[in-house]
């Protein structure tokens, strides 16, 4: 019986798995140079960890998680996203007494129970930084600099937009959600069930829904932006001050909240109009250290969407150069040859050339059709004769010329360069 791999799961290879490579060595080089440290986590942790942290009243808790109960009989959720698992390792590994700021970064593949569509399965990859330690805003500027330095040095910084907003703080959001549901009580019957019960669980949310009739009541609801205390206000000034100067564009967008509940003052997030979807979205969340059983810390980060950076790569044909060249295949035409041959081979590729051997007992004529299909530059012929004299035959295969010359690792080496 033929087993097929689950909705939602995908397997990559090929020319797919260069890109996410590619964006890889990106990821690193450039945490690098920001020196931020990777962090890798379990895939699975306490369900509590999610409800309380994400919020008992977000999509991901309520209809998203991969839940289930192990043979200890503990509730045990796959990872949904990272921020909860990073501060979790944070409070658990004693981080707080270091060096601050904690500056972390991961890759991982989070798991979420989601109607499949482009850009969005069940298994998917975020690449995400957490930082702890610093409620300047300038620490919100690091981390919105380093997913915008991803995206220039993938050549699209401008086929991303820059969304920001301030959700501000628990005491000035207290003002807004009075005046929010003010606004809303009138149209309520109207809207969708979700945003009733978010109307009195969680008010901000309605202006994440999507339902049509509700972004319509909802265009002209009050702005969060107009109620920032004095200290969020000025953040959120400062923040879009060095912006500018920083020649980051951004789009002030109130409608940003953010699916998780933690977040508070700085969110953003940079939206791909070619794919319509957001491409990476963080903020700051600076009670959820102290919510989670730490020491109060303020903390700022965001998560990537992998998966949705490869599919607008491919989209936008922005390709890094997916050279599939071997340097050369050695052809041994008995097993008499191995040990000189073997022996050339090895320090071939100690030496970071691509190297190739017949490991499948095939002919000559086999071997040579085999080299050419793998795109090998050269293929360098160890035969009988040739191992009587300690010599080999280097034969171009672009322009098909050949040469005979001594079996020797120097003068290889210097033919196929
Ligand atoms: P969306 O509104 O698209 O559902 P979200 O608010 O659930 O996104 P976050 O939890 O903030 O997303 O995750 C951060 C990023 O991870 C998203 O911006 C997106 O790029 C990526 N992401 C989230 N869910 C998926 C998924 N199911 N498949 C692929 N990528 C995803
Ligand atoms: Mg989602």
Do not use: H
């Not at 942290?53 to 043979?71: L, P, W």
């Not at 972390?104 to 998917?124: D, S, V």
């Amino acid at each position: 019986m033929k087993i097929s791999k689950q909705k939602g799961t995908r397997d990559i290879y090929g020319k797919d798995l260069k890109i996410w490579q590619y964006i890889e060595e990106n990821i690193r080089d450039i945490c690098n140079t920001y020196n931020v440290k990777e962090i890798r986590t379990p895939v699975f942790e306490a369900t509590e960890l999610y409800s309380r942290s994400v919020g008992d009243d977000t999509d991901i808790v309520n209809k998203e998680m991969y839940t289930f109960t192990d043979r200890g009989g503990r509730s045990i959720t796959l990872r949904p996203e990272l921020t909860a698992g990073v501060v979790r390792a944070y409070i658990e590994n004693g981080f707080s007494s270091m060096i601050t700021p904690i500056k972390l970064w991961y890759e991982a593949n989070m798991y979420r129970y989601e109607k499949m569509q482009k850009g969005r399965y069940r298994e998917f990859t975020q690449f995400g930084v957490e930082f702890f330690g610093s409620e300047s805003y300038l620490a919100d500027i690091e981390v919105i600099l380093l997913a915008n330095t991803l995206f220039k040095k993938l050549n699209i910084a401008d086929k991303v937009v820059l969304n920001i907003n301030s959700i501000g703080c628990t005491t000035c959001r207290k003002e807004y959600i009075k005046a929010l549901k003010d606004y809303v009580k009138p149209n309520l019957d109207s809207m969708c069930e979700t945003c009733r019960t978010r109307y009195e669980k969680n008010p901000l949310r309605m202006l994440d829904c999507k339902e049509e009739n509700c972004k319509k009541i909802l265009k002209n609801a009050p702005e969060l932006t107009e109620y920032l205390c004095e200290e969020c206000k000025t953040d959120f000034e400062n923040l879009k001050k060095m912006l500018t100067e920083l020649d980051i564009k951004y789009v002030v967008d109130s409608r940003i909240v953010r699916g998780l509940d933690y977040y508070n003052k700085t969110v953003f997030e940079f939206v791909s109009k070619d794919l319509d979807l957001t491409v990476c979205a963080g903020g700051r969340y600076d009670r959820l250290v102290e919510y989670l059983g730490g020491n109060s810390t303020k903390a700022v980060g965001f998560g990537l969407g992998m998966d949705r950076l490869v599919l607008l790569l491919n989209e936008l044909n922005i390709l890094p150069e997916l050279n599939d060249k071997v340097d050369a295949y050695i052809l041994m035409q008995d097993s008499n040859a191995y040990k000189k041959g073997i022996d050339i081979v090895n320090k071939l590729r100690e030496n970071g050339y691509i190297v190739e051997f017949d490991i499948c007992n095939r002919s000559f004529n086999a071997q040579l059709k085999y080299a050419n299909k793998i795109n090998s530059k050269y293929v360098i012929i160890v035969g009988e004769e040739e191992l009587k004299t300690n010599t080999c035959v280097i034969k171009n295969m672009e322009d098909s010329t050949q040469e005979k010359i001594e079996l020797d690792y120097n003068l290889i080496s210097k033919k196929i360069n």
